[in-house]
């Protein structure tokens, strides 16, 4: 057993292994204030939940307190390891300033209420514009970090009750192009790859993925393929110095807005040299001439013209994907939250139908997610999507579900798309959505342009609800505030991006009288009177488990199958792969073996969409590209970003995230080792402008965009010159100025700059480019930035001293798992 | 031969979906997908335009290859007009009134690509024929992008 300093080191110590061979074991614990093992009362399953990972961990209890928690040895994610954010992110379920008693505006301020009377004001509102205006008035914005049981319901509740379909997730920001790609390319949401294809893999490509920050145990998978005998070659792409670029074999570094071109010159190359699987695309696809002809000018020359990145760099990595015998592929925010996101996405999609790399070990595709429920979101559908990838534009679909709930059809709103969350802004903003209930998130740091979100979730015609465990920035806007039970506090499952099913168990209560989401959903669906079309509650479950089992029913027959899943067989040992059946009882490693898809018409979730439009695929233009259902080879043309670098505002700005925060700080700002890991936002910059500036280290600089101005200290980093980036998680919780910045100086989101445009295929909002300026505030006077050195924000300068955690961020690592 | 008067009538057409574009781009600056997918396509019918000059040579026209567009002033005026009528609830029926106007005159155009593409298979024009074959699906792409959006925003619209 060593212990390690889980800060320093955030991947741990390395247990190598080779192609084909079983990722060794290495257990990772940490308990809090020098207790051991033999301290703990009762260990608890569950699973990690700051990141999309899906790591198996017990919670260990004491006093009815969570004190700590180790990793779960069995578990086929994670064989045992945790990350940083897993082994000391749970101290923030103690924090002190825990919201325990609903909220209620009262004359201006909030004030503390009981639950009766916060739930009436909130569902006596909903009606009162229910009968006024109709379900149009009303929208829910959730989360990737509920459970699934939580999802569901409330997709019950908002489609199958209310009849909106307002309805989004904060998915939107970070994984509506994982899914918006496959609808693409396999017509239908759910994962080709499985975490396993690392262990197989000879080529691993990352494309705008930062695995190492965002996945610290998938990378460590990696890390230990790396090691190991005869290890994988890694191709990245992203514009920073990651540690991923820093692991990789070719490092492409695009300027931002351009990964459309750079991914049409790789398929050029691997069909110009015939490095594709000509009898796989004849028999598993359609669109292979269309894509051919679109790609046909784009040779690595007019791509690196494009994309400043050398012609013999894009011919070095098209090499190595087209010679690759066992190709694995995962994508995440740098292609999802950039330009035509969708777009690039899918062209890894092609790459692999293009190659036969599909549905056998070492060949997969991870359309990445950010957050650790997202999977879920999409699946129940509280993403706005109908639940188990049923498709809007099917009406046969919408009956199946209708019977599914016992409503009528008429009742599930299927006109259109799912109303987006930047689409519901612009109808609060017009004033004709006037209800809104937030869910776990907090959109008034997480989305674009915050200036125009703050004045639009201010509005005094609208009625916020927020139900979180903090008072965040959002919860700080609203009309009523439910306190919610956290992870650990209640029971549930949830799915990663591999689709492994963990089960989470309630290890303690929560504090004061905060209650789990789905008590307070269920709650407010009775108090709306819900009903099905028998007059009997729609909601027809009062705890998780009920839950599940009716979730379970809603999937049966579709591609994410969960009926042969159940809270027993979850219990105890790894967590399971969807589809899990009568036909798969284990679950199922790999789906889209043989070329096999879920695309047939009347089957698919998606008929998909125009690559540059955004405009849906109408079914009879389906039927007729499409008519047996194989994958999809789509084509995109290059677009130019729309905002493009000017003499006034001469850098492209791209926002991001660090290993050691989650989303907006709520839980990581609060658990000391991480919130000192990186105390504050930053800028980083290249050595050249800041050399061309006479900019040192930690100089306090100004950034502006048309939209606003944040102040950071800068660390020097390996990024591209030309690009500015800034971490996205800081906002004003933790400032004297609560939910914003007091005067317009004392920006610090990252968000205050960014634009309000959005990819139009999977409407995920554009993070990745925007032009902004910069000048000096005042100089470093020997004083670095606080940014991280283990990771992306790594200096290139001297005199930075390295990040640690020190005594308070050892935890233990026991290789083997046994003691 | 009256191909030259198909091209000139294209010519016309695609020239005016350009400025239909561009100005319901600059009206709906608040509605974020409209302004930037509008500019966006018409960036191809800019394209088309260019294209139906450089061949109209060919057939003794002389056609101007950049597309008129409205003067900046007037677009920035349009800009500022939505930023101040945008937290209003009428720019919805006028969204709902320009997407059907721009799905007819494209839809109109999508006809006169119709019409030279059959006007040069007949007279075995094949410059003529690859070009229509190149222009006209993104002017389809257009209509249907009117179609799709009018099906989004009019539940929104009319029944609220």
């Known amino acids: ?547 599940f089992e009716g979730w379970k029913e809603c999937s049966r027959g579709r591609p994410c199958d969960y009926t042969g899943l159940s809270y027993d067989k979850l219990r105890g040992g790894s967590g399971i792969q969807w589809p899990c059946n009568d036909e798969h009882p284990d679950g199922t490693e790999h789906i889209y073996v043989d070329g096999q898809f879920w695309a047939q018409p009347d089957y698919c979730e998606s008929y998909g969409r125009d690559m540059v439009t955004g405009a849906p695929v109408e079914k009879t233009e389906y039927e007729a590209l499409n008519p047996t259902g194989r994958a999809v080879l789509k084509a995109a043309e290059y677009v130019a970003p729309h905002e493009l670098v000017s003499e006034e505002y001469p850098f492209q700005l791209i926002t991001g995230r660090t290993l050691y925060h989650f989303h907006t700080r709520t839980k990581t700002g609060r658990a000391p080792q991480l919130q000192a890991a990186a105390p504050e936002v930053w800028v980083e910059m290249s050595q050249s402008d800041a050399a061309d500036r006479s900019f040192t280290e930690g100089d306090l600089l100004e950034v502006t965009t048309p939209r606003g101005l944040v102040r950071a200290r800068v660390r020097i980093s390996g990024i591209r010159p030309g690009v500015l980036f800034l971490p996205f998680h800081y906002g004003y919780w933790d400032t004297a100025d609560g939910s914003r910045p007091r005067k317009e100086r004392d920006g610090r989101a990252a968000n205050e700059l960014t634009l309000t445009d959005w990819d139009p295929v999977s409407k995920q909002p554009i993070f990745k480019t925007a032009a902004a300026a910069v000048r000096r505030v005042s100089a470093a006077k020997g004083q670095p930035s606080l940014a991280p050195t283990t990771t992306g924000s790594a200096p290139v300068t001297g005199g930075v001293p390295p990040t640690t955690g020190g005594a308070q961020a050892h935890a233990e690592e026991l290789v083997g798992g046994r003691r | 031969m009256k191909l030259d008067m198909a091209i000139e009538e294209l010519h016309r057409s695609e020239n005016h979906l350009v400025t239909v574009l561009t100005s319901m781009s600059d009206k709906h600056k608040t509605d974020h997908e409209v302004f930037y997918v509008c500019r966006d396509m018409a960036k191809w019918s800019r394209q088309h335009v260019a294209d139906l000059a450089g061949i109209g040579t060919d057939f003794g026209l002389r056609l101007e290859p950049e597309a008129s567009e409205d003067p900046g002033l007037l677009a920035s005026v349009k800009q500022r007009t939505a930023e101040l009528v945008g937290r209003r609830s009428t720019p919805g029926l006028l969204l709902l009134a320009d997407l059907r106007h721009l799905y007819r005159e494209a839809a109109g155009t999508s006809v006169d690509w119709e019409l030279l593409a059959q006007g040069a298979q007949g007279a075995k024009e094949k410059e003529l024929l690859d070009l229509a074959q190149r222009c006209h699906p993104e002017t389809l792409r257009i209509t249907r992008w009117a179609n799709a959006y009018l099906k989004v925003t009019s539940p929104q619209v009319l029944a609220s």
């Open chain 1, 1 to 547: 057993m060593t212990r390690t300093d889980r800060i320093a080191e955030p991947w741990g110590s390395r247990t190598p292994y080779g192609p084909g061979e079983t990722w060794p074991t290495r257990v990772d614990s940490y308990l809090a204030d020098g207790l051991t093992e033999a301290d703990v009362d009762r260990w608890v399953q569950s699973a990690t939940i700051l990141h999309s990972n899906g790591d198996g961990l017990d919670i260990a209890v004491k006093d009815d307190r969570i004190v700590g928690v180790r990793g779960r040895a069995v578990d086929r994610v994670n064989h045992g390891r945790l990350g940083p954010k897993d082994l000391f992110g749970w101290q923030a379920n103690n924090s002190p300033d825990r919201l325990t008693k609903p909220l209620v505006r009262r004359r201006g301020k909030l004030v503390e209420t009981d639950w009766d009377t916060a739930m009436d004001a909130v569902a006596n509102r909903a009606k009162e514009l229910l009968e006024e205006q109709g379900p149009r008035a009303i929208s829910f914005y959730t989360t990737g970090q509920l459970f699934l049981e939580e999802y569901y319901t409330l997709g019950l509740i908002a489609h199958g009750g209310i009849g909106t379909n307002h309805v989004d997730g904060n998915t939107r920001l970070c994984t509506a192009t994982a899914a918006a790609a496959l609808k693409e390319t396999f017509a239908c949401d759910g994962q080709p790859g499985s975490y396993t294809d690392i262990d197989s893999a000879d080529v691993i490509a990352l494309y705008g993925h930062n695995m190492a920050e965002t996945q610290t145990v998938l990378w460590t998978r990696v890390l230990d393929r790396l090691a190991g005998p005869n290890p994988p070659q890694v191709i990245c792409v992203d514009p920073r110095e990651t540690p991923v670029a820093r692991a990789a074999t070719v490092h492409l570094a695009p300027r931002p807005g351009t990964n459309v071109m750079l991914m049409n010159a790789l398929i050029h190359e691997l069909v110009a040299h015939g490095w594709i699987d000509r009898d796989y695309i004849e028999a598993h696809s359609v669109g292979f001439a269309e894509l051919q002809k679109q790609t046909a000018e784009c040779t690595p020359e007019v791509a690196a013209a494009v994309c400043d990145v050398p012609a013999e760099q894009i011919r070095e990595a098209a090499l190595i994907i087209g010679t690759a015998e066992r190709l694995m592929s995962s994508v995440l925010q740098g292609f999802y939250q950039a330009h035509q996101a969708t777009a690039a996405a899918v062209c890894v999609n092609n790459i692999h139908v293009l190659r036969g790399m599909l549905g056998k070990p070492g060949c997969g595709i991870l359309q990445m997610n950010g957050q650790p429920t997202a999977q879920n979101t999409r699946e129940c559908g509280a993403d706005g999507d109908l639940p188990a990838f049923r498709n809007w534009s099917n009406d046969a679909h919408i009956a199946d579900l209708a019977k599914v709930w016992n409503v009528d059809p008429m009742q599930i709103p299927h006109y259109s798309p799912p109303t987006h969350i930047m689409q519901q802004l612009r109808y609060i903003e017009e004033g004709s959505i006037r209800f809104m209930y937030v869910t776990a998130t907090n959109p008034a740091v997480s989305l674009p342009e915050l200036r125009r979100i703050r004045e639009i979730l201010s509005q005094d015609r609208l009625f916020l609800v927020v139900q979180d465990i903090f008072l965040s920035e959002t919860a700080q806007l609203a009309d009523v505030v439910l306190p919610a039970a956290t992870w650990g506090e209640k029971t549930g499952t949830f799915t990663n991006v591999d689709r492994t099913v963990h089960l989470s168990e309630k290890a303690v209560e929560p504090p004061g009288e905060a209650r789990s989401d789905l008590d307070i959903l269920i709650d407010f669906a009775h108090r709306m009177g819900l009903e099905d079309k028998d007059g009997a509650p729609l909601v027809k479950w009062s705890d998780p488990e009920g839950a």
